[in-house]
């Protein structure tokens, strides 16, 4: 039994070790899906959501579910912890528990508390390794928990400037496409207030954002998790609204950019896809159609009435129906899994941006 602990413990400690070098220090996406990590977020989330689905939609449940990107990483890392804990008494129990303790005999309890005071770095002094063997994997438990001390000091700022760099973008299409945002209000307002001269480097910093976002999210999946400050307002509701939004310009608008709106698209979509990968969401074909033909009707009026006619006919349908069905599956899927809204294509009347309003008005 003890030669068993041996091997099970030094199985544990390698497990954990090269799971917390894949997840932190590896900035890139690993396929294989047996992997500590994806055992512990998946039950984690699917329990979460299940909770989460019996509250309303609104701002309550939006509120909870936005606990769980931050608390998931704190109980990620304790998880390690504890883990590298219980690993490293197997192996002082099955090396024959050479400890010397005042109350005698070590006993498992005895073998746990020293492995806890030793990872943690306490140096308390009452239990104390005897023999080689035992020194050996004390001061190696010690040098590990110092790493993992460092580990998570570095780990939490880093994830939380990934996530403060992906909401900016999303802050700023408040004012741009409203709230939440919308691919017809978006166009209706360049149109409207003469920002043709803009849509060139509005494209280029979505395209950016939508790379960087894809970078990040594939070094840290745990971000797909992270709820925007707004209730109406998420990185996915962006992405959905850029997608859209390129769709039409990319079908046929007058003066607009579509070799700067395929670009972007392009980018826009492989986050999707990608995303959709890395939390192992199949794509699905959506249920209901986000824009039938009375939206579409509505949604020319509107560009019309910006000076901004949508090509019609037939083709142009179609065109439109084909790139739509390249990404649709895809935000479904995500929308459903993660309990993101998708944005629709016209902005609800009389709706005010997240700049327009505030607790007193």
């Known amino acids: 039994m003890r030669a068993v602990a041996v091997v099970a413990g030094l199985v544990i400690v390698v497990g954990i070790l090269w799971d917390a070098f894949e997840t932190v220090v590896l900035p890139r996406r690993i396929t294989r899906r047996l992997r500590f990590v994806r055992i512990f977020f998946a039950p984690l989330w699917t329990a979460y959501a299940a909770l989460m689905r019996r509250l309303p939609p609104g701002g309550r449940r939006e509120n909870y579910l936005g606990y769980f990107g931050p608390l998931s990483i704190i109980l990620l890392l304790a998880a390690w912890a504890v883990g590298m804990i219980i690993a490293f008494a197997m192996l002082l129990w099955g090396l024959g528990s050479h400890l010397a303790s005042a109350d005698g005999v070590p006993t498992l309890g005895t073998n746990l508390y020293m492995s806890g005071t030793t990872f943690f770095t306490l140096g308390l002094g009452d239990v104390t390794p005897r023999g080689t063997a035992s020194r050996v994997v004390v001061v190696a438990e010690a040098g590990i928990g110092f790493g993992f001390l460092a580990l ?33 209000e978006l166009l209706r307002r360049l149109g409207a207030h003469d920002h043709m001269g803009v849509l060139a480097s509005f494209l280029e910093e979505w395209e950016t954002w939508a790379a960087e976002t894809l970078e990040s999210h594939i070094a840290y999946p745990t971000l797909s998790f992270f709820r925007s400050q707004h209730d109406n307002q998420s990185w996915l509701a962006a992405l959905t609204t850029i997608l859209d939004a390129c769709a039409l310009m990319m079908v046929g608008l007058r003066d607009f950019p579509s070799r700067g709106a395929s670009l972007t698209f392009a980018n826009a979509r492989h986050v999707v896809v990608d995303i959709s990968q890395i939390i192992n969401v199949p794509p699905r074909s959506p249920t209901v159609d986000r824009l039938p033909p009375a939206d579409l009707a509505r949604v020319r009026e509107i560009l019309a009435e910006a000076r901004l006619p949508l090509r019609e006919g037939r083709e ?46």
Not at 155 to 171: D, G, H, M, N
Not at 323 to 344: K, N, Q, T
């Open 152 to 184: 998570v000091i570095s780990y939490l700022p880093v994830l939380y400037q990934a996530f403060s760099r992906r909401e900016v973008r999303i802050t700023l299409l408040d004012a741009w496409a409203g709230s939440p945002p919308a691919a017809a």
């Open 316 to 361: 142009a349908d179609e065109e439109l129906g084909r790139l739509r069905r390249m990404y649709e599956p895809y935000i479904h899927a995500l929308s459903d899994h993660l309990l993101m809204p998708l944005p629709g294509w016209i902005a609800p009347p009389g709706q005010k941006d997240n700049w327009q309003k505030s607790r007193w008005k």
